[in-house]
């Protein structure tokens, strides 16, 4: 069968802070209860990331026109509490920003998370993708 699923957010609606990824009732921590209600010994791993939940769709915020990778890190790892809260077993920061991992890793283990994984995530790009693809 199949050992788990990756929830990934669609909110509906957006703001440059990405506040909708952090609060306790939405797509993502709903969708973690309702796959351990129906299926307790199916493991959830979240996506972990602001880009669904802003306008801009970046995997970063932006404050004062710049690129704020601080104020980033720091919504990441609530967003990976909140979710840890809700019961996923695993947490993937997709932004693959400087210090996510250590980030996420820190906060899950000050509370009450220690034991809850956080996995980096690899991106394979494109034209990487096209060139091994068409090479056969």
């Known amino acids: 069968g199949v050992p788990a699923v990756l929830l990934f957010g669609i909110p509906d609606r ?5 506040m909708l990824a952090s609060e306790r ?3 993502v921590t709903r969708a973690i209860h309702a796959v351990k209600d129906a299926a307790p010994d199916l493991a959830v791993a979240t996506d972990v990331c602001v880009c669904a939940y802003t306008p801009h769709g970046q995997c970063v915020l932006f404050h004062g026109g710049a690129a704020d990778v601080d104020g980033t890190l720091v919504r990441l790892t609530e967003i990976a509490l909140v979710h840890a809260d809700a019961g996923a077993d695993l947490v ?3 932004g693959m920003l ?3 991992i250590r980030a996420l890793r820190t906060a899950l283990s000050a509370g ?3 034991d809850v994984p ?3 995530r690899l991106s394979t790009w494109r034209p990487i993708w ?3 693809s068409s090479a056969r």
Do not use: C, T
Not at 14 to 18: G, P
């Open 112 to 114: 009450r998370h220690g």
């Open 130 to 132: 096209l060139s091994g």
């Open 14 to 18: 957006k703001d440059e802070r990405a």
């Open 25 to 27: 009732d939405h797509i």
């Open 92 to 94: 993937i920061p997709s």
């Open 118 to 120: 956080v996995a980096s």
């Open 98 to 100: 400087d210090g996510s």
